[in-house]
């Protein structure tokens, strides 16, 4: 199935499965489909099954969305109290579409426990309570951990599990009635002969003319290309590698400290999940891996370079990278946000050292080039999963592997030829369906029943359907919010941001700040947006932006009201792309009933 097909059918509010070999475009789909839903005015609860895929998606643990924590079970006492507490219930009923990434390290029971909460919650008994659910991920990858039952005598279960692993095992999966979608195209490996190699993995088919071709690709300890990350099985040996080649580098270390707001339990998620460390050190001649996406600014999460030098402003590393380009880099954030809000955040550079990183933490890279150690893997599907990473065989080297290094898990073999089988006869129903009404037909009704506006295609304003109240005002004054959360004006500011914060209030330009900071006009307003979040950038302080420009800022502040939006895709889609996303940004700073809530478009 293409991804357009895939898009199609997310479109009609259908549960869906959306699976796929590594690099078929799952994650690329999802941020499809959420820009899809959010032009129209429509929040989807964006979770993973572990803190570092939430990160990856600007989203937060399933766990903690759904409120059960690290419950291993769910009794009816737990029910209750997760349906009592308010502020996950007005979570789960103001949700109209679940997306769950990496569903294949979920246990059955936890997809069981989060389908009893959404349909108490919405009082439903219909699966999920009701609202469209998409779970997204690929069972040959790493699968969940299995923690072994100490003693019998646990107390009787409201959710009951059969001994199974997979999330598929579940009722709750079954009850569904999924629609499958299996991705077939190939993004990101470009070299037949190793496409090839790793399918056969997946089919079990890897033989010894596989092995040969892995082989080949053999170096020892003596021949390690230098530059390229070591992939490691175990973190022990990630730390041993990171450490004792920053220590032989010479000088001291730069050190950068994570910086957090929020809900402490978010924030610690946010932490765990964050490829960023916590406490950053540097120095010149360092190999780094960027953790986060920017290719505006020329990187993207697994994109490897060198410190070149350390900015002599602000102290920020300057970058170089594999293909050559010169990156300033500066601190982002990643944060958890629901319906618009910033709940929890935690800023760092985008950054870790590349010598060596775990095979866990590789998940959802592309390298161009990799070293790796599989002779200590473990569990099925990790090697698969470290292979995958990289693009090409040539970009392979391997300093050995045990017998479990190229095996898949039999159980998940026979069940992906049944999700292969369910994909087929749902792109066959899907495509009698496009070539009428029909299809357009069942996405606006979706639409409608989730509140939502419709646009028509190619249209420059577009009429309006019902709304779903913005959940910013609705949550802004709670005092439960607010608890255990740290005020955004205690929060120390990157320098960069200070020197942007004190020449706007000079009365320069972002045009004029660009100049004398040395940075894209893009690089400012996304200071000025972070500053305006943390409370720190009053609307007077900006008012001098607007001259020169009142008569497009005033059209775009009136597309805000009437469209009863803040977010930038539906009012780029409304004035037909006349106005840039960096002029729809800078009309946003300058309006003054709401705070800019996020730095991400739309």
């Not at 590594?22 to 839903?37: D, Q, R, W």
């Not at 609202?131 to 072994?148: E, S």
């Not at 406490?279 to 960027?290: E, I, P, Q, S, Y």
């Amino acid at each position: 199935m293409t991804q357009s097909e895939a898009l199609s059918i997310l479109k009609t509010g259908s549960h869906v499965f959306l699976t796929g070999e590594p690099g078929s475009g799952k994650s690329h789909t999802i941020n499809e489909y959420v820009a899809y839903l959010r032009a129209r005015g429509i929040e989807p609860a964006i979770t993973a099954s572990t803190g570092i895929a939430a990160t990856h998606i600007g989203g937060m643990t399933i766990h903690s969305w759904s409120g059960i924590g690290i419950r291993p079970k769910l009794g009816k006492d737990d029910l209750h109290a997760i349906a009592s507490s308010r502020h996950i219930a007005k979570r789960v009923r103001c949700a109209n579409v679940l997306i769950i990434d990496e569903v294949s390290m979920l246990p059955p029971e936890t997809l069981s426990m989060i389908d009893a909460v959404c349909r108490e919650i919405k009082q439903s008994s219909e699966p999920f309570g009701g609202m469209q659910v998409v779970l997204v991920g690929d069972f040959f990858q790493l699968p969940p951990i299995v923690r072994p039952q100490v003693g019998n005598d646990s107390p009787s279960m409201f959710i009951e599990e059969r001994s199974t692993r997979f999330a598929y095992d579940s009722p709750a999966w079954e009850r569904a009635n999924l629609i499958v979608c299996y991705l077939t195209e190939q993004h990101r490996q470009d070299d037949s002969e190793f496409l090839a190699l790793l399918s056969a993995i997946r089919r079990n088919a890897f033989g010894a003319d596989h092995l040969c071709r892995l082989t080949s690709r053999t170096v020892h300890h003596g021949t390690v290309p230098k530059s390229a990350p070591k992939l490691f099985s175990h973190n022990v040996d990630v730390d041993r590698v990171n450490d004792g080649v920053l220590a032989q580098l010479p000088g001291e270390p730069r050190v950068f400290i994570m910086s957090s707001q929020g809900q402490e339990a978010l924030v610690s998620t946010l932490k765990k999940g964050c490829l960023s460390p916590e406490t950053l050190r540097l120095k010149v001649g360092a190999a780094v891996m960027f953790t986060k996406n920017n290719p505006k600014e020329g990187f993207v999460n697994g994109t490897l370079g060198v410190v070149e030098a350390f900015d002599r402003h602000d102290d920020h590393p300057i970058v170089r990278t594999r293909s050559g380009r010169r990156v300033d880099v500066e601190p982002m954030d990643w944060a958890v946000e629901e319906h618009g809000t910033i709940r929890a955040r935690v800023t760092q550079l985008p950054l870790r050292l590349a010598w060596a990183i775990t095979v866990h933490k590789s998940q959802g890279m592309s390298l161009d080039e990799a070293v790796m150690d599989l002779r200590n893997v473990f569990e099925f599907g990790q090697g698969y999963v470290a292979l995958s990473r990289v693009r090409r065989l040539s970009g392979l080297h391997l300093l050995g592997w045990n017998e479990r290094a190229f095996l898949v898990h039999p159980e998940v073999l026979a069940k992906d030829a049944q999700f292969h089988a369910q994909s087929e006869q749902a792109a066959v129903r899907i495509a009698g369906r496009v070539a009428g009404d029909e299809m357009t037909a069942m996405h606006e009704r979706f639409l409608r029943l989730c509140g939502g506006t419709i646009l028509s295609e190619g249209s420059v304003g577009a009429p309006k359907a019902s709304r779903v109240p913005h959940a910013a005002h609705e949550h802004g004054n709670s005092r439960d919010e607010r608890r255990g959360s740290t005020p955004l004006t205690t929060l120390s500011l990157p320098k960069g941001w200070e020197r942007t914060l004190a020449l706007i209030r000079s009365g320069k330009t972002i045009a004029d700040v660009a100049t004398l900071l040395g940075r894209t006009e893009g690089t400012i307003v996304r200071h000025l947006e972070s500053l305006r979040a943390r409370g720190q950038l009053p609307a007077h302080d900006t008012a001098h932006l607007a001259r020169g420009s009142e008569e497009a800022i005033a059209a775009i502040h009136d597309a805000c009201r009437a469209l009863g939006t803040h977010q930038l895709s539906p009012i780029f889609e409304h004035f037909g792309g006349a106005y840039s996303y960096d002029m729809l940004r800078i009309a946003r700073l300058l309006l003054n009933e709401h705070p800019v809530q996020g730095t991400t478009r739309g």
